[in-house]
């Protein structure tokens, strides 16, 4: 018999693990991660070139990482972090042509990176992190252009990043803190134009902070804390509509903050502490409920936070000769006098147009957008049109906090938009599994997730863009009698396959790993082929390792798993208990209720 498959992971396993555990070659899936595994890496594993993955993360394993792996033609993804490892990073690995992911964090490994590891270019997650790597980043590494996530962070790398860095285009999360870099960051930077995650922080980078990294739209954290980086902020953030977090603290940063900051109406939090700033802050929610903290420890900042003295004329830049200041204002509140009547009637005159042009500038400014590849502005009138301001006619789904509709764009493109119900205040009724929802679309890419476009938040309407699928949801099609009929079993069994692979990418191949928590027939959706696409992301959870991962019950009734009600603690098997009911019903034809 052929040994394929072996799991032993979570079982609290101690002593080390077998020398023969690839004898007749045709081991092919090895996990045994989150035990109390000792002793090095069996060197059975070391010529076991059928291997595909291999999950041994979080466990005591100790040895030479050098000499204990081999070249593995077939691997696809090796996890190795949390373990006492050292050596050095093997040039190996870039021989390994199918390597899509390779995890090595959190060990002890010493040397410097290879740059024969930028010939594995089928590789879409690096994390090389916390371990005691020195020397520069190679520029072959700029040759993972599928490249999605780079983990570099606490090491001892050295010397200037690459300026080649820039063409890793698909790049998601670029983390470089906690390192010995130096000199200035790279204007290539501006290309990463995916990225949602940067942090460079905990370095020795100095000059300015390049303007390019106002090209970064989709940027949601930015942290630059604790370098040597001088000038003025760029007023190019303004740009960074998606950004939530942003931390230039305990940096030489001088000058006034861009008055432009002001419509980031989307940051959350901000840390601009240590520097040399001065003048006021920007007048939007994240500096103004910033702390102490996170604003002292600067030349002169004002304005009206916690902290801060209330801003005056005199605070202002270009007056600092206050005698001056005082004859040009007297003297222009003289002139004002003179013209206050005509300007009184000039206004009434014009109260009604401006107000309507004031309603409409302010609604183009509330609009937030990311869409690829449609012009995001041009989309959103688009769809306001297509669907005739959300109408029912138009509606094809309704659900607890949202409503789905089918628009009709006049290029011939079909897309369905997931509007989120409005409150009274304008907001959203749920903005949690709004941004949860946006944040594990971006963050994942499948065949078989929905193909996500993008989203819009502003005071009128919040949305996400999806491709539309034609036959609708699972659910839809096993209801209806004539649809059901046309799901023969090739089709059933392809639908499961197409679940398991998506299960199967959330789990293992996310980092950190994503469960969906409602996986039901209804969001399944099935396009012409019947192939399954999983929608509704709104109560994914990432695993955090370093957490009890708790939560509030969250799902669909009859797919959640019983034991969820007492333990409160969620797992990839909420997932894979309700996998088991969605496979029961495409057997049974129908939800299969009371026979659980």
Same mark, same amino acid.
């Given at each position: 018999m052929k040994l394929i498959v072996l799991e032993l992971d979570h079982n609290n396993?101690?002593?080390?693990?077998?020398?023969?555990?690839?004898?007749?070659?045709?081991?092919?899936?090895?996990t045994a991660a989150d035990n109390q595994l000792t002793g090095p890496i069996p060197q059975g594993l070391k010529n076991c070139t059928s291997l595909k993955r291999v999950y041994l993360e979080r466990n005591r394993l100790r040895g030479n990482i050098s000499e204990d792996l081999g070249v593995y033609p077939n691997l696809r993804f090796i996890e190795l972090s949390?373990?006492?490892?050292?050596?050095?990073?093997?040039?190996?690995?870039?021989?390994?042509?199918?390597?899509?992911?390779?995890? !090595?964090a959190r060990n002890n490994l010493s040397g410097t990176i290879p740059a024969e590891i930028g010939n594995s270019r089928q590789i879409h997650r690096l994390d090389l992190s916390s371990n005691h790597l020195v020397g520069e980043i190679p520029k072959k590494i700029s040759k993972l252009t599928s490249l999605l996530y780079l983990f570099l962070n606490g090491n001892q790398l050295s010397g200037s990043v690459p300026l080649e860095l820039g063409l890793m285009s698909k790049l998601l999360y670029l983390d470089l803190s906690a390192n010995q870099l130096s000199k200035s960051i790279p204007e290539t930077i501006g290309n990463l134009s995916m990225s949602f995650y940067l942090n460079l922080s905990i370095n020795q980078f100095s000059q300015r902070i390049p303007i390019q990294v106002g090209k970064l739209t989709k940027l949601v954290q930015l942290d630059l804390r604790h370098n040597m980086l001088s000038g003025e902020i760029p007023g190019e953030f303004q740009s960074l509509q998606s950004l939530e977090t942003l931390n230039l603290s305990h940096n030489n940063l001088s000058g006034e903050i861009p008055a432009s900051l002001e419509k980031l109406r989307g940051l959350y939090t901000v840390d601009i502490s240590s520097n040399e700033l001065q003048g006021p802050i920007p007048n939007c929610q994240a500096f103004l409920n910033a702390s102490v903290q996170?604003?002292?420890g600067n030349k002169g900042l004002c304005g009206n936070a916690r902290g801060l003295p209330p801003c005056t004329p005199f605070s202002k830049k270009g007056h600092n000769n206050n005698k001056t200041f005082l004859v040009v204002m007297f003297s222009l509140l003289s002139v004002s006098c003179l013209l206050i009547s005509s300007i009184a009637l000039l206004f009434a005159f014009k109260r009604k147009k401006d107000t309507d042009e004031e309603r409409q500038n302010n609604a183009s400014d509330e609009i937030f957008f990311s869409v690829t590849p449609f012009n995001g502005r041009k989309l959103f009138e688009e769809i306001i049109r297509a669907t005739k301001d959300f109408d029912a006619q138009y509606c094809i789904g309704k659900g607890g906090y949202e409503?789905?509709?089918?628009?009709?764009?006049?290029?011939?493109?079909?897309?369905a938009v997931k509007k989120f119900h409005p409150l009274h205040t304008g907001e959203m009724a749920d903005q949690r599994q709004f941004l949860n929802e946006v944040r594990a679309l971006v963050e994942t890419r499948h065949?078989? !997730?929905?193909?996500?476009?993008?989203?819009?938040?502003?005071?009128?309407?919040?949305?996400?863009?999806?491709?539309?699928?034609?036959?609708?949801s699972l659910a839809s099609v096993l209801s209806k009698n004539e649809e059901s009929k046309k799901l023969d079993w090739n089709k059933r069994v392809n639908i499961v396959k197409g679940v398991v692979n998506v299960l199967s990418y959330l789990h293992h191949d996310c980092s950190p790993p994503i469960v969906h928590r409602d996986i039901t027939s209804n969001n399944i959706l099935l396009d012409l082929e019947y192939e399954a696409h999983l929608s509704d992301f709104g109560t994914a959870k990432l695993l955090n390792p370093d957490s009890s991962n708790w939560s509030n019950i969250a799902g669909t009734y009859g797919y959640i798993t019983p034991e969820l009600s007492y333990t409160m603690q969620v797992t990839e098997k909420c997932d894979v208990f309700s996998f088991g009911v969605l496979a029961l019903e495409l057997i049974v034809g129908a939800y299969p209720g009371e026979s659980l």
């Open positions: 396993l101690t002593g080390n693990l077998p020398q023969g555990i690839c004898r007749g070659g045709s081991l092919e899936y090895f949390d373990n006492e490892l050292y050596g050095e990073v093997s040039s190996n690995w870039g021989l390994c042509r199918s390597l899509q992911s390779l995890s !090595i996170e604003l002292g409503n789905v509709y089918k628009a009709e764009l006049s290029s011939g493109d079909v897309v065949r078989n !997730i929905v193909k996500f476009y993008g989203f819009c938040s502003s005071a009128g309407h919040s949305f996400l863009v999806y491709k539309y699928l034609e036959r609708g």
